[in-house]
Structures are given as C-alpha cells and as structure tokens.
C-alpha cells in the first residue's frame, strides 16, 4: 500500500479542496492508501477562500491550466475537422458495438472507459465527475479509469475545461429544441386529428397513440368498468393508492397501466 503524501494530487497540493470537502474522495483514498494526517495542517470541511494562499494559487493555476489545454484541444480539433468530407466526419463519430456478455447477464471487462465514443467525445463529464451511480455502474463494467482531462470528481462544470462546458452547452440547446419540435409535433397532430375524416381515426390513433400515448385517457376506453382505488407503485417502490378502474381485460388498472395498454379503445 503506498503512502496518500506521495500520491501527485496531495504531493502537489492541486486536490486540497476535495481532500478536504470530499467525503466519498477520502474514503476511497483510505481504502486505497490507508489514512493520513494533512500535511499542510487543513481541517475537514475548510472551504477553499480559508484555505493558506499558496494553496488557493496552487488550485487556480491548475483549473487555468486545464482550461488553457481544452483551448488548445479545440483549436486542434477544428483545424483537423477541416477540409474533412462529411463521411469521414461520420466514421468518426459512428458509435462502437456495445461490449459483449459474458453469458451471465453481465458485460465483459475487456475494454476501457476512456475508449468509448461518450468518454472520447467528453459528453458524460458532468455525470462522470458529479455522478457516483455513474461512475459506479461504469466502473462495474469498465473497471477504473483516470480521468483524461485530469478532472478531479466533484469538479463543478464551471471549473471544468472550456471544451467540456461548450459540449454540455450543445447538448442543453439540442434537448431544448428537441422538446420543443415533439410539442410542436403534438400540437401537430390534435390539429389534424379534428380534420381527418372518420373512416382513417382507427388508423390515425395508432400513430397519435404510439407517438404520445399519454394523450390517452382511459374515460374514452370501452373496456373500462366501475371506477375505485388502485394500487400503484412509485418508481422508488413506495405503494400508494390512487384513482383506477375495472377494465374487463386487465383488471384493476391505472391511468399509468391504460396509457401503456395495447388494447385500448375509444368509445
């Protein structure tokens, strides 16, 4: 087991404030390297403006020289993107198979986190840093990694490289656009559907339904019964009881259950 002190995040102070706010990092440097006694004197839970100036220069010369590096990378990235036809840039990009099963319901170690096309084209940063279920579920299939940005866990995204904030930048306006193209398409379609003539609205609900199928209300259904309390269970497996009825298929349902039922009919 080595010795925490020499390790390079603590030998050369740049991983002072998640050694000392972090309590996930310290358990894992224990496991790793046993405990120890800050040697510059720090207690747990010291915020970085009380932290000694040194240490203060120390963390904002290293976030400057990331920062610097993604600069860099960027302007590298453009210039080889350039000139590029569009099918090379789509090679590129193209996703990699998923790594085969051992057989066991589980995915073979055999391949590295840093290797994947999420990782290369750092669009998970946020959650890989901010998100221990991530990391743990990577890890599980994975194995560990070093983060190749060098970006401690618990960074915020406005202390990672400047590349990283643009590509979580991106990816908030395409999913911005993309809710506002599915209510425009939704509107879209309960314009339509007060044209279409009767003979096609068999056909048209199975597009509306398998589109939006929360557009379904089970007041319409002809195989719903009396109305009563139903049993439903929350995703974080908490029972509640809430407004159902008897369908003559199903049972006791829900408007969760109907939503998702092949079968359903308008009266």
Sequence with gaps: MGNFLNFPPCKHRFACLQCRNDSKFIEDMEKRFGKWECPEGIAIGTSLDKMPEHIRSKIKSYQKRLNEKAIREI??????????????????????????SNGRGNLVQNSDFTKLPMCKQRVVCKECRNNTDFRERMEKNYGKWECPEGILINTPLENMPLNVQSIEKSKKVKAKANKDLIAKIKQ???????????????????????LFPELKDFADCIYKGDSKKVKETCCGGKIKMVDG???EIKGDVTKRVCRNCSDFKKG
């Design 188 to 210: 879209d379609v309960l314009e339509i559907e007060s044209i279409i003539p009767s003979q096609a609205s068999e056909k048209f609900d199975r597009i509306k339904y398998y």
């Design 75 to 100: 302007k590298i990235n453009e210039r080889q993107t350039e000139g590029k036809s569009s099918q090379e840039i789509q090679s590129r990009n193209r996703v990699q198979p998923i790594p085969k």
């Design 245 to 247: 009825f008897v369908c």
